[in-house]
């Protein structure tokens, strides 16, 4: 009797329903909202730290990784001459090769390697910016210096490809850093920005298929670097452009702009922080965008037709002298009517999306007693749709635990994960955004890229 009881439990416990295991398979998820919704994750970290499963060596660069269908994917850089390559202000000429690699989620083994000879023109020279999207059989990626290639996941071999700069559209400053978005039959970048006219738009898109060109638009001086982003609102799906002068709305089937906010010109051009959508519940359709050196500004979506006005703006004197969010690289989360954010000098804040209106800074989870420091930054990674739980990854290669609210940051945990290597900023920083997948932290720097287990027991 008693042994028969016990063999029920067992065959209970190993046919019970879990959750699926997801993919990451693009830039800030499988939703493009940067929210792991992943259950039976750890709630702490042991006092040994994470296990780890795998390392690959790999060379420079910004570029997260993206896992799909049992692969990894990412891009480096391996240079040919490291002195020359070392530099921040200022475009430096510097040979070297781009490269996309392929590895086995479960193994790291690797699988392919595709490189192409990519000499740089840029600043900030360690290596690509952008995650590789995966759709279906084929990956696209696009290099520091605009070369966007359709690879075969299982070959390594390219079906077609682009180049995006010339003498017309040089590349910008910091190189291409808008991620690549797949949308339908299409694959949605950005392009340089000389006029719609006489060539490549400010955005383009191609077929993902063929590589033809279906669209350009937004003839302009500038790109940016913010990515593509496609949200619903006002009855209409709307391509989300944020560029060194405004904030645009297209149709992503055409390139037709619904809408146009001047905003700018910013700063050196700086327009990074992915663009966030929210719908909330009393204040409607919200779009909110941030810049390095004039703050926040929040469009109002109208709920009936592709249509917008300011909701609010909010900066300051100055950078260092605001109450206001100024993003520099790391997307914010807008949740239950808040704003959380990192900004230029490393401080994470909570503003009233309501207003902007600052609710708490601390600098706990990025610089710590150090205080301001240009550039500091923590990615936020929201566990679940709603709730305060957050994984932070900071500059430092710490993962961290923490609740997130209009009442404070509070830390459960925190663990060292991976050693910052890249010395772009002066300081050695990891700048690139984990993926998270199959309850595992998939992560690189300019060495290598591991694999750990977050999966709790």
């Known amino acids: ?164 700069s010339g003498e017309k559209a040089p590349t910008p400053m910091w190189g291409f850093a808008g991620h690549p978005l797949v949308d339908g039959d299409k694959v949605i970048v950005l392009s340089c920005g000389i006029n719609a006219a006489t060539g490549p738009g400010l955005v383009t898109a191609f077929n993902k298929m063929t590589g033809k060109m279906l669209w350009t638009a937004l003839g302009a001086k500038v790109a940016g670097y913010a990515p593509p982003m496609i949200c619903q609102a006002g009855g209409k799906r709307q391509l989300i452009i944020w560029c060194p002068d405004s904030v645009n709305s297209l149709d992503p089937e055409t390139g037709k702009v619904y809408w146009t906010q001047p905003h700018g010109p910013l700063k050196n051009g700086v327009t990074i922080a992915t663009p966030r959508f929210v719908h909330d519940p009393k204040l409607g359709d919200l779009l909110f965008v941030s810049s390095a050196y004039e703050g926040a500004l929040v469009m109002k979506l109208d709920p009936t037709e592709p249509k917008a006005s300011i909701f609010w703006k909010r900066g300051g004197t100055s950078e260092r002298r605001t109450d206001a969010l100024h993003l520099l690289m790391a997307p914010p989360t807008l949740r239950d009517g808040y704003v959380y954010g990192v900004g230029i000098g490393g401080a994470l804040r909570c503003l009233d999306l309501r207003n902007g209106n600052r609710i708490w800074s601390t600098y706990d989870a990025t610089t710590g007693d150090v205080g301001r420091l240009s550039w500091a930054n923590a990615f936020l990674i929201p566990l679940g749709d709603a709730g305060p739980h957050f994984l932070l990854a900071n500059e430092h290669g710490d993962l961290i635990l923490a609740d997130l609210t209009p009442q404070g940051y509070h830390e459960t945990s925190r663990t060292h994960l991976l050693d910052p290597t890249n010395t772009d900023a002066g300081r050695p920083v990891v700048w690139c955004h984990p993926a998270l997948a199959d309850r595992c932290v998939f992560w690189r720097n300019d060495k290598e890229m591991i694999c750990a287990s977050i999966a709790a027991k």
């Open 1 to 164: 009797m008693r042994s028969s009881y016990f063999a029920s439990l067992l065959v209970l416990a190993f046919f019970a329903p879990t959750a699926p295991a997801d993919d990451w398979p693009q830039w800030l998820g499988p939703q493009r909202d940067g929210v792991w919704r992943e259950t039976g994750l750890m709630t702490a970290f042991p006092k040994g730290g994470l296990k780890i499963i795998w390392r690959v060596p790999v060379g420079g660069g910004y570029a997260g990784p993206a896992v799909a269908d049992g692969r990894v994917f990412v891009m480096d850089r391996q240079m040919k001459n490291a002195k020359a390559d070392r530099t921040n202000w200022g475009r430096i000429t510097s040979p070297g090769d781009e490269r996309v690699l392929c590895v086995d989620e479960k193994t790291g083994k690797p699988l392919w390697v595709y490189a192409y000879d990519c000499p740089y023109s840029i600043s900030y020279g360690a290596g690509p910016r952008t995650t590789p999207a995966v759709d279906g059989n084929r990956v696209y990626t696009l290099g520091a210096e605009g070369d966007l290639y359709c690879i075969d996941i299982q070959t390594g071999k390219p079906i077609w490809s682009h180049h995006l």
